[in-house]
């Protein structure tokens, strides 16, 4: 049972442009949300994360917005540039179940030049 | 943001050795790491929590003899693969968080374990 979806694999968008990535979720015990930056061979790097008081925060280029009713949540990237080019990956988490972070399967962003 | 390390980032290993890949959280104490295992092209898959001074918690499906977790201090979490097979190839990575149930985990750099 996929509890975090990403349900698009790749993502091609050009230099500048706004890059919106998306996830759904199912469990509503989930009350926090991530978003993570991963190159091949690495491990992930902490983007921006949202709590599920909130439905918007905003750092920098980057903004995620939750929508708790349809349990969504994107990631805006304004501008993209070509440095952005990698595997983002949401993951959520319940206060209540530990903490522990349960990934989507990934959405490889393409920003080209 | 918090820095967690990784040891070695890649190790080849003949089939039936174990293996020990290392965890440290460098600016920070960890009371709660995390172990994760990536196949290829594929999502991060928790396998175990790793909490201070207690026994560690798996998760449905992983065996715990197989994939054995010591949290000895609040800046190390050693993961060691024991009797290695081929199957058990694949990159290993951990996450540390800093506080409680809601705080933001850290993640090493990922362990490339290849079993010959």
């Known amino acids: 049972d996929q509890q975090v979806k990403q349900n698009s694999p790749s993502l091609s968008v050009q230099e500048g442009r706004i890059s919106i990535l998306n996830c759904d979720y199912t469990n509503s015990m989930f009350d926090y949300f991530l978003w993570y930056k991963k190159y091949p061979a690495e491990g992930p790097t902490f983007l921006i994360s949202?709590?599920?008081?909130?439905d918007k925060n905003e750092d920098g280029r980057f903004t995620v917005f939750l929508n708790k009713s349809a349990k969504h949540l994107s990631l805006h990237i304004v501008p993209s540039q070509p440095g952005d080019s990698a595997v983002y990956f949401c993951a959520a988490s319940a206060h209540n179940q530990g903490g522990k972070l349960i990934f989507g399967q990934g959405t490889e962003l393409s920003v080209k030049p | 943001g918090a820095v967690v390390s990784q040891h070695p980032s890649w190790v080849i290993c003949k089939s039936g050795t174990s293996v020990k890949i290392e965890c440290r959280s460098l600016?920070?104490?960890?009371?709660?790491m995390f172990w994760y295992r990536q196949f290829p092209k594929q999502s991060l898959m928790l396998m175990a929590t790793s909490n201070e001074g207690s026994k560690a918690t798996y998760e449905q499906g992983v065996e715990k003899d197989k994939f054995l977790i010591n949290h000895a201090s609040l800046t190390l979490s050693t993961l060691t693969v024991t009797s290695a097979h081929p199957e058990d190839s694949s990159f290993y990575i951990c996450s540390a968080r800093v506080g409680g149930g809601g705080d933001t985990q850290y993640f090493g750099p990922g362990t490339r374990l290849t079993v010959l």
């Open positions: 600016d920070f104490q960890a009371t709660t």
């Open positions: 949202i709590s599920s008081i909130k």
